[in-house]
């Protein structure tokens, strides 16, 4: 006979259940003190039933024996138990509601910690957000789960065995049936359990989508286009859609898992009944006292519980454990990235000052085409450098690896003679000053929105005040109603909305708190503004930089001629570089761009 499958099933719900021990490490960590009172409560609710079921023997023969007072004192004593167990099973809720609290958080932030160490290539793949998504669906419940289905295990197993070993007395083979009558049930259970855990990560991307259609029906970003377009109704009904399609899936598995537990369990159901006839028989005809058939009775009854509740915990901590899957697969990823070498950055000399590009190529990962390529330049310090193409050219992803937020594919950057990937990332971070184009808008105060620039010098008013008016937000300050403490955004209460312009102010700001930094980065950071006040700022913005380097990305010539040089970006590949005037003269790809955009203000 092969036995080939059974090993693989044996192996699988061996495998399933390989995080038990790392999740309960888990919930040591979060919280020691309430893990040993969950399991010392445990263990004491286990001896409770079985004391409860030997003084309802005690009661009943004492009645039959016609014992009045022996009859009252059982029964102060089973009242005593009663309470007793009652008081356990509400302290047992109580730490288990506290301990998952707690540790709903810490794993939050475990989560978070873990985003915080990931490289930008992370949240720009799908796949990772699908990981994520399943990471923190149920983080914050399966492991006091885990941990309390471990705990039952144990106390039921205790039950169990105080039972069984009352009921051997009268029949060990009632004993067996009782025990092998749960099985087929449980089985059916952790069948079912692996099927919803495959059914919820398979959807993943499908219930992202969802969240994504909920976000933009009820999100200020989107409400304008929402509304002035119409689309409620078109993203309503996908929503609906989607939301149906989940719906008809869980009813699917949810009344096939109800029908054929409920049909496994009346096995169970039948075989206490047989055993129950057979001990009234027994007591019938005088071979049992009526306080032994009580005995029996509710040790069979509980003792099957008790065993079923076995099973349960298992088929719990089986499902359970394929979930905690998915968290420690999100913290195990590798971020790919060599502990770095502080040292090395104080070793840089004076002979190769600034930054320099050596046949760096870059590629986005599953993408076929390269997004730069072959790309070799220096920019000495202090210089201004401003780069140009059309869009997509590769001209943010340029500067997105001179701030070491992508790693370079082939090739390699080095700042002041040393790698880059070499820097220690706190010290190279100082050193940069940087706005994107998609800078964020922080639903924070304005001093919070200019300071998080510098998060060390968050409180230092004075410094945010500099910042304030280096980047050209002087004016919008003084028309805030509470100055630098006035809340930005519409998301709380009593928030100011900023238009598309000042929030560019603020983003501005936001750079100049980095005062230390001598490479400052503006990656389009001006194109909400007009020309007239994109002008004034860079006007500012050369002052405030002289002897910093510089890198401008703009589509605005006007602006773009105020660099030292011009790098002209085509298809991931630097086509041309020289002066303004230089490349005018050369007549190629910047002197045609140049010249249209000049037309257009003809």
């Known amino acids: 006979m092969d036995t080939a499958p059974q090993r693989f099933r044996l192996a699988s719900l061996k495998a399933s259940f390989r995080h038990t021990r790392a999740t309960v490490a888990l919930v040591w960590r979060s919280s020691p003190r309430l893990t040993v009172l969950l399991g010392v409560l445990t263990l004491a609710g286990a001896g409770v039933p079985l004391a409860v079921a030997w003084v309802g023997k005690a009661i009943v023969d004492a009645a039959v024996a016609h014992q009045r007072e022996l009859t009252l004192r059982w029964v102060a004593v089973e009242l005593g138990l009663v309470v007793a167990q009652a008081a356990v099973l509400r302290a047992l809720n109580l730490v288990r509601g506290l301990l998952g609290a707690r540790l709903g958080l810490d794993i939050n932030v475990r989560i978070l910690e873990k985003a915080l160490t990931l490289e930008l290539r992370h949240f720009e793949d799908p796949d990772f957000y699908d990981r994520l998504t399943r990471a923190r669906r149920e983080a914050s419940v399966r492991p006091i789960s885990v941990v309390t289905e471990s705990f039952q295990l144990v106390q039921n197993v205790l039950t169990l065995l105080g039972y069984a070993g009352l009921l051997l007395s009268f029949s060990p083979w009632a004993v067996l049936g009782l025990l092998l009558a749960a099985l087929p049930a449980t089985f059916a259970e952790m069948r079912f359990s692996q099927q919803a855990f495959r059914l919820r990560n398979w959807r993943s991307p499908d219930s992202r989508r969802l969240l994504y259609l909920e976000y933009v029906l009820a999100n200020d970003d989107h409400a304008k286009e929402v509304k002035l377009f119409g689309l409620g109704p078109m993203l309503l009904d996908r929503y609906r859609s989607l939301g149906e399609t989940f719906y008809r899936e869980d009813r699917q598995l949810s009344v096939r898992r109800a029908a054929w537990s409920y049909g496994l369990s009346l096995v169970g159901t039948l075989t206490f009944y047989g055993c129950y006839a057979a001990v009234a028989v027994a007591a019938a005809t005088g071979a049992l006292s009526l306080g032994l058939m009580t005995l029996y009775v509710v040790a069979f009854r509980q003792g099957q519980q008790a065993f079923q509740s076995i099973l349960t915990a298992l088929g719990g901590m089986y499902e359970d454990n394929l979930y905690m899957s998915n968290l420690f697969e999100y913290l195990a990823i590798p971020t790919g990235r060599a502990a770095p070498a502080p040292a090395l950055a104080a070793l840089a000399t004076d002979t190769d000052q600034g930054i320099r590009f050596e046949d760096v190529g870059f590629r986005y990962p599953d993408a076929e085409g390269w997004a730069l390529r072959h790309v070799s330049l220096f920019i000495p310090r202090g210089q201004s450098l401003a780069l140009v193409g059309q869009n997509g050219a590769g001209k943010t992803t340029f500067i997105k690896l001179l701030t070491r937020l992508y790693t370079p594919t082939e090739g390699r950057i080095l700042l002041d003679g040393v790698d880059l990937q070499s820097w220690d990332e706190a010290v190279l971070r100082r050193r940069l000053g940087v706005i994107f184009q998609d800078f964020n808008q922080y639903q924070f105060r304005f001093r919070e929105n200019v300071g998080v620039g510098s998060v060390e010098h968050l409180e230092d008013r004075e410094r945010v005040g500099r910042a304030v008016e ?133």
């Open 470 to 602: 280096e980047g050209g937000a002087t004016e919008l300050l003084s028309s805030l109603p509470e100055g630098l403490e006035t809340p930005l955004g519409r998301w709380f209460k009593d928030g100011t909305e900023l238009s598309g312009g000042q929030w560019q102010k603020v983003a501005l700001a936001r750079a100049f708190m980095r005062e230390e930094a001598d490479i400052l980065v503006l990656d389009e950071p001006t194109a909400a503004l007009d020309a007239e006040a994109e002008h004034a700022i860079f006007q500012r913005f050369r002052e405030l930089a002289r002897g910093r380097t510089t890198l401008l990305i703009s589509h605005r010539f006007s602006t773009v001629r105020m660099a030292d040089r011009i790098v002209v970006i085509e298809h991931g590949q630097l086509v041309e570089q020289g002066t303004h005037a230089e490349l005018m003269a050369l007549g190629g790809r910047y002197a045609h761009l140049f010249t249209l955009q000049a037309k257009g203000y003809q």
